[in-house]
């Protein structure tokens, strides 16, 4: 008797569970991409905030509908759109001028990464994850750039960091970095946004959490010139680096870095320096999308929705024995 109840009540809770699945399934869609009011309320905050490292207070548009969870994150002196899916940056924003930037010749580095408070736990890179790797914690807006003591501490976020090549970043890319700073020198400010990007299938991945870009890309676009071009390279130790326009990155990234400017200036690539460090690469490389926002601030009914399932499964166990 007992056990016929039993079995009883564990069909009716498995009946129950299994009806309840598809209605969190649809509100767990639902949810994955906030409306598009909510989306422009929190990215309006975000420039009420830190607008001033973007050219004309505009954002890096996402130009491909995939799932990146975007978080935007201010910070003294770049503002930051970070990725929960790939637990990196997409991008990095500046507004460098020739001020900024001959304060920052006078500061001394001090390493000090550490992780984003801001973030959710589930979301944020840590330091772990980059501990005996074969990556260097690359940022994305670098520390040469940093003009005070609470800049530079904040460009060790790990919101700030990619997994990057070693020899990339301690050669080629700082040599693009130091050339971005002759750029603000010599023509009194430049806007700059720094990312990374995903092409291809095979994306590796570092200790099974942060995702590693293929390729870095930093965007210049010189005001006094009214001129624009993107650096592009691979995330490897070839030191290749290619000298693009942003349409050719939208292509590539599925970011439109600087939607103000016109389809005029976005198609022509501005012949930027390369230095002693960059090797010239016109090789055509692999497209592949990233991903679409969502704003997963709320309720995680993902999470509800796996864990709902589990317990389905545990039910038919027991209905089999």
Known sequence: MKAAISANFLTFILGVLVSVVPILQAAAKTNATAPAADLAMYRQKHLAQCGDSYLQRQTPQLMRKTDVELYYLCFEGFAVGYSGVSRTALWSAE?????????????????NFHEESRLPDRVKARLA???????????????????????????????????????????????????????AIKYGEVYVVT??????????????????????????????L???????????????????SLNDLTRRSGLNVMPHLSPNVQAQALDLPLGQDGKQDDKPTNRKPPSNTGDHTGFDWQ???????????????????
Request: aromatic share 8%; hydrophobic share 35%; net charge positive.
């Open 129 to 183: 994850d980059y501990k005996n790797t074969p990556y260097d914690r690359g940022h994305l807006s670098p520390n040469g750039d940093m003009a005070t003591p609470e800049q530079q501490y904040d460009s060790f976020s790990l919101a700030n960091i990619v997994p990057q090549n070693p020899t990339q970043n301690r050669t080629t890319w700082r040599n693009l970095e130091s050339q971005t700073r002759y750029l």
């Open 95 to 111: 507004h460098l001028t020739r001020a900024r930037i001959k304060s920052a010749q006078q500061l001394e580095r001090v390493n």
């Open 303 to 321: 999470l509800l929705v796996h864990l709902i399932s589990m317990i389905a499964d545990w039910v038919q166990s027991l209905l089999k024995r």
């Open 226 to 244: 009214g001129q624009a071009g993107v650096y592009y390279a691979p995330n490897d130790d070839s030191q290749r680096v290619q000298i693009i």
């Open 195 to 224: 990312g990374a990007a995903f092409e291809g299938s095979a994306v590796k991945q570092m200790r099974g959490r942060v995702l590693v870009p293929t390729h870095l890309f930093k965007a210049v676009y010189v005001p006094k």
